[in-house]
Each structure stands twice: as C-alpha cells, then as structure tokens.
C-alpha cells in the first residue's frame, strides 16, 4: 500500500473513531435524516444557519466507519462557509466520490474519500451524509435514502 493510501486510511479511521461534531446542536435551525438500508447507516444532519451561513454543523447516528468519517470531515469543511459554497463542496465531492474523480480543488482533506469511488457499494457510504446536508439546507423536511 502506497505512503498516501495508508495516510488516507488512517485520516478515515481516525474520524470514523473519534467523529469530530458529533452529538445534538441545540441552536440548530435545520435537521434532516438520512438512511442507507445496505449497510444500515443512519444519521441526523443538524444546521444552524444564519444570514446564509452555515455558523454549525453537528451529526448524530450511527453507520460505518466511512459514513461517520465522511459526516465528520463534512461538518470540520463546512462550518464557517456560505451556503452557496456549502451546495458547491457537495457538488465537488460527489464528482470525487462517484465520478470520475477528477474534481477536489476545493475539498482539502475531503480528499481521502477519492478511492472510495472504487468500491460502489461504499460510496453511498461516504454521500450519506452530504445528501443529508442537502436535505437539511432545503429545509424540505424530507427524510433522505441512498436507495
């Protein structure tokens, strides 16, 4: 195993272990709930909004090791930012994710999840959460699945 991918794995591992926002966020403003029925990952999105920026971004559930990671580096990228740049990190990811993984100029350590595009099936692992986040920022009340 390359120098890089070991790198990666350990970055995934890590938060996958010790998930950073993980837990309620009282000053939430926006939920939404995700559901992968193959692997059995669940998640709550919680965004506190304001003046179009996303202020916080906490998760809660449970799920494997790539959808928790995922959920926990999304929430460390996108806490601070825009919306519209919110909406645009989910646009790049998913190209790195589930395309041909040639996006991820912006996505700084959200990179790790570039291999992962390799193994269909854990790719709707590692989108979960950012279809969540979509869901959350529509404000639509829907709950989203990855079938």
Known sequence: MSDLRELYQEVILDHGRKPRNFGPLPEANR?????NPLCGDQLRVHLQVENGVVKALHFEGVGCAISTASASLMTQALTGK???EARQLYDEFHELVAGDGTSGEHLG???????VREYPSRVKCATLA????????EDDG??????
Request: glycine share 10%.
């Open 31 to 35: 939920h939404a709930d995700g559901h």
């Open 130 to 137: 950012w279809h969540t986040l979509q869901a959350a920022l």
């Open 142 to 147: 829907r709950e989203v699945t990855t079938e």
């Open 82 to 84: 825009p919306e519209a």
């Open 109 to 115: 350590k959200l990179v790790v999840f570039g291999g």
